[in-house]
């Protein structure tokens, strides 16, 4: 698994345009789409859109944001299969439709692999398990929680932000560890799910760190851990599930690019560079910072490695939870 360390190692010591000469660029495109599966406003979007500012006079003239909203992502995937591969259709998405659905839809309307050409990764983030006012005081540690649970059965249930989520999976995880009958609540996205937190109708929910971030900021939730190999900078306080005993938990998810299958190697190694210089920007690093997203640039073989190790990884365990979409 390719850990936030070792892509910002590579995105430090990457080579961009502008520092190496002699570095084959492919022809500069008039304008270029970057299809993104979730609705404006959105994690991925916001991915999307920081990105496309400034591939805009790099790797094309224009770069504008096209949403596909639907299906947990899968439209826009099929979208950028079906799209010509000259570099003026690209995907941004989280790994999640590239790594877990593939297990999770029987019918899945697209190829993760066959279909697509990495890009590169553009950011990273973590999960974090957050209680509200229904979990007393006392519960500080996903230990303390698991014994709280364990007395008072009636709390069993979390949140998540979508059935079929890497938040969903965590929960199931933790269930499955720590041998509690936990049952999730599939939301639709994470702000529901947390304002139900807040009001004491749900005691727990998994979701990524950024969209915990205010609410805990403004003492409204408690972290009780996040889920990287290490804890997260915006969150140093807050324990990772592997200190607690529970490495199984550990989970950095990405957001990256993609492009159609047959996509020249001359176009795929210019997004790429174009890629590293928008993830280079303070501008785009403080944007995303403010997501609770680590700006992480990757070269394309990188990218390819990470989602090879991470659906040998989930493969075994979404078929251990026995969830799928039909179910």
């Known amino acids: 698994m390719l850990t936030r360390r070792h892509l910002l190692a590579a995105g430090v010591a990457a080579a961009v345009p502008s ?101 590169g990764i553009a950011a990273t983030t973590t999960q974090a398990m957050a209680v509200g006012p229904m979990v007393p005081a006392s519960v500080k540690t996903v230990p303390d929680y698991v014994a709280w649970v364990k007395a008072n059965p009636q709390y069993s249930s979390y949140g998540s932000p979508a059935a079929g989520s890497t938040s969903h999976f965590l929960g199931a995880l933790l269930g499955l560890e720590a041998h509690l009958p936990l049952v999730q609540v599939p939301y639709r996205g994470a702000v529901p799910g947390i304002a139900d937190v ?78 590293r210089v928008a993830l280079q920007d303070r501008a785009v690093i403080d944007s995303l910072a403010g997501l609770g997203l680590v700006a992480a640039a990757s070269a394309p073989e990188e990218m390819a490695a990470s989602q090879r190790a991470q659906t040998e990884r989930w493969g075994p365990l979404v078929k251990k939870i026995g969830f799928t979409a039909e179910s």
Do not use: H
């Open 198 to 275: 807040i009001a004491g109708q749900i005691p727990v929910m998994f979701t990524t760190t950024g969209d915990l971030l205010p609410q805990y900021k403004a003492g409204k939730l408690r972290l009780l851990a996040t889920s990287g190999p290490q804890r997260t900078i915006f969150t140093p306080e807050v324990p990772t599930f592997a200190e607690q005993g529970l490495p199984m938990l550990s989970s950095e998810e990405w957001f990256g690019f993609y492009a159609p299958a047959k996509t020249p190697a001359a176009v795929i190694q210019s997004a790429n560079a174009a890629l």
């Open 19 to 119: 520092l190496t000469p002699g570095l084959a660029w492919a022809e500069k495109l008039k304008s270029t789409k970057i299809i993104v599966g979730f609705a404006p406003g959105g994690t991925t979007d916001l991915v999307g859109r920081r990105v496309a500012e400034k591939f805009g006079g790099n790797f094309a003239e224009t770069a504008i944001v096209d949403n596909r909203s639907g299906a947990s992502g899968q439209i826009a995937c099929m979208a950028v299969r079906s799209a010509a591969p000259d570099g003026q259709t690209l995907l941004c998405t989280p790994y999640s439709c590239m790594v877990i659905f593939p297990f999770v839809y029987k019918k899945l309307g697209y190829d993760p692999v066959a279909d697509f050409v990495p890009v």
